[in-house]
């Protein structure tokens, strides 16, 4: 089983703790701008604007995903169906919605600039 230096170093309680505080907390965080930018007839923003918040609440929706993985995987540690930690695919989310988010913002300041 693969897993990251967060869950070697930190002590079980601490990952319980802090991996779903911080799931509980970003993922509130990124749910308004992913509602934003998908519900129809809620904004009226450019295009760009839009998939900037999509890019944006994905990003932050996948960070909340690893830190909930990464408590439930301290959970159910030592148990024989213990969950695993997140993949490398959880953190290309995150990195992929990121940067369609940066994107989006340097094409909308760029296209508004002129």
């Not at 693969?2 to 509130?28: D, Y």
């Not at 701008?33 to 932050?60: E, Y």
Request: hydrophobic fraction near 50%.
């Amino acid at each position: 089983m693969k897993t990251t230096a967060l869950m070697h170093t930190s002590p079980r309680q601490r990952r319980i703790t802090w991996g779903f505080g911080l799931a509980v907390g970003i993922g509130m965080i990124g749910i308004g701008p992913l509602f934003a930018s998908l519900w129809p007839g809620f904004d009226h923003s450019p295009w760009d604007i839009n998939t900037m918040l999509l890019g944006l609440g994905v990003g932050l929706c996948a960070i909340a995903y690893i830190f909930g993985r990464i408590a439930v995987a301290a959970v159910t540690e030592g148990r024989r169906n213990a969950v695993s930690p997140p993949t490398r695919r959880a953190y290309l989310v995150a990195g992929g919605g990121f940067v369609l988010a940066a994107l989006a913002l340097t094409y909308a300041l760029a296209t508004s600039a002129s």
